[in-house]
């Protein structure tokens, strides 16, 4: 998902939803990847050793 569907889905601000993902990214629980049809756009998902 995109940061903007997982607000849409949480019902909170994207800025919020960004933050959150930073900070579970930096502790290895997300990871952000390149969405490979659009380049800007980043893909969240649940890291694989999780």
Same mark, same amino acid.
């Given at each position: 998902? /995109? !940061?903007n569907e997982l607000a +849409?889905?949480?019902q909170i601000a994207p /800025? @919020? !939803?960004s933050l959150l993902v930073g900070d579970l990214s930096r502790k290895g629980i997300l990871e952000r990847r390149g969405d490979e049809a659009d380049r800007r756009r980043r893909i969240i998902g649940i @890291? @694989? +050793?999780?």
């Amino acid at each position: 998902m /995109t !940061v903007n569907e997982l607000a +849409d889905r949480l019902q909170i601000a994207p /800025t @919020a !939803v960004s933050l959150l993902v930073g900070d579970l990214s930096r502790k290895g629980i997300l990871e952000r990847r390149g969405d490979e049809a659009d380049r800007r756009r980043r893909i969240i998902g649940i @890291a @694989a +050793d999780q």
